[in-house]
């Protein structure tokens, strides 16, 4: 298997898998999804709040704040040693208190540890009125994203299969299907239409260039459009709270103990028997 | 990962994988399913988050739990192939 | 118990028998949040 980047940044990476299986590919999607830790606010304490919004309301707006996180730093509140108490090893505290007038943003959630405080400020959590208060402690813990979306690492994570794109001798140039093309991948050559160099991973197979192709008399059409199914093109987006680089790192390493303790535990059932 | 063993013959073994979900299952059937020296195999949870039974029957006699074995073996080469190349990019 | 206030006169209103502002006869009260601590599950 080949993984060939287009892109890497600390929230965004574009790639190509090749050589790979859809079943892969879609075990790495949902485990990049489903199966990367992170950290966001479980428990909220509240001590006042007069505002609009309901107290509930008002924590679940809370946990839904990406939060910078280190995973060296925080284990997972069930295998922590506290016992699931809560301890500084398995839980980040935040402080807010604001006072209306104003817009309280994430920026007023104080982190007493600032490596793990929210990825951004300019998030908007309540709007005060003149007399309204808000006075609370936030909790966070790490878990994954199979137990709830808060704690889904990734924005955008998906892939699609490599797109082929098969001219036929039977093409005359008509330049009907590069009209046609929403993506601009097809270009109008001398003799047929041709694939603009690099564009081709644009194509999102709609087939619109297929039926412009028919729709212009041929009986079938010269230009065919069809998928390799052993090549995916990838799209990981992360929300700030983990480098993307460490979320993909993370998915594989965790598909690969995977496989690794299940050849252990197939050799110890092989060894009783 | 914890498994347990449902059924166990020479061709055919039922395995149930605690914990599992589609996530896996289907990426360990679909590599299984290219060995040539298996029958059958598929992956069912009785009820919807019950845990995954997997099934697989061999022909000639092949033991099947070597059979998942060398699937999981080529799932961690493949993982550890791409996080070298990771780790260079 | 926690306290009322009458959505008028914003006084502070004790529920015995009737809903009614002693104060002004209002009959609409706000019911006042509680002084204690709560603790949500931010779901």
Same mark, same amino acid.
């Given at each position: ?62 946990? @839904? ?23 500084? @090893? ?95 991948? @097809? ?67 965790? @598909? ?18 | ?89 | ?43």
């Amino acid at each position: 298997m080949d993984i060939a980047f287009s892109r890497l940044e600390s929230e965004v990476a574009k790639f190509v898998l090749s050589e790979s299986i859809p079943a892969f590919a879609n075990s790495f999607r949902r485990t990049m999804i489903s199966d990367v830790p992170k950290l966001a606010i479980e428990d909220v304490i509240i001590y006042d709040n007069n505002s609009a919004l309901f107290d509930e309301m008002l924590a679940h707006r809370l946990g @839904l704040i990406p939060l910078k996180t280190n995973l060296s730093e925080y284990k997972k509140k069930s295998e922590c040693s506290c016992g699931g108490e809560g301890c500084s @090893l398995c839980e980040s505290v935040y402080t807010l208190s604001a006072e209306g007038p104003c817009l309280v943003k994430s920026s007023d959630l104080i982190a007493q540890n600032p490596d793990a405080a929210p990825v951004t400020g300019e998030i908007p959590i309540v709007k005060l009125e003149k007399g309204q208060k808000v006075v609370l402690e936030a909790h966070a813990e790490i878990n994954t994203g199979l137990e709830h979306a808060k704690w889904q690492s990734t924005l955008a994570c998906g892939y699609k299969t490599y797109p082929v794109i098969t001219i036929g001798d039977n093409c005359d140039a008509c330049g009907h299907c590069a009209d046609e093309c929403a993506r601009h991948v @097809l270009k109008l050559a001398k003799k047929s239409v041709e694939v603009i160099d690099g564009k081709l991973i644009d194509c999102s197979m709609c087939k619109l260039c297929e039926k412009a192709c028919v729709g212009s008399g041929w009986e079938d059409a010269a230009i065919r459009i069809s998928s390799d199914n052993t090549k995916f093109v990838f799209v990981v987006e992360s929300d700030g709270s983990l480098p993307v680089k460490e979320i993909m790192t993370y998915a594989l390493t965790d @598909l690969k103990d995977k496989s690794d303790s299940l050849v252990d535990v197939l050799t110890n059932i092989s060894g009783a028997l | 990962m914890e498994i347990k063993i449902i059924e166990l013959t020479e061709d055919k073994a039922k395995l149930t994988f605690v914990g599992e979900n589609h996530t896996y299952m289907n990426l360990l059937k679909e590599v299984i399913i290219t060995n040539p020296d298996v029958d059958v195999v598929q992956y069912y949870s009785e009820y919807t988050f019950s845990d995954p039974i997997l099934l697989v029957t061999t022909k000639n006699k092949k033991n099947p739990i070597d059979i998942i074995k060398t699937a999981a073996q080529q799932i961690s080469k493949d993982c550890a192939s791409l996080l070298a190349q990771i780790e260079k990019a | 118990m926690s306290g009322y206030k009458c959505a008028r006169c914003k006084q502070k209103v004790e529920i015995d028998i009737n809903v009614r502002c002693p104060y002004c006869g209002h009959r609409i009260l706000f019911k006042e949040r509680g002084a204690g601590i709560k603790t949500v599950k931010a779901r």
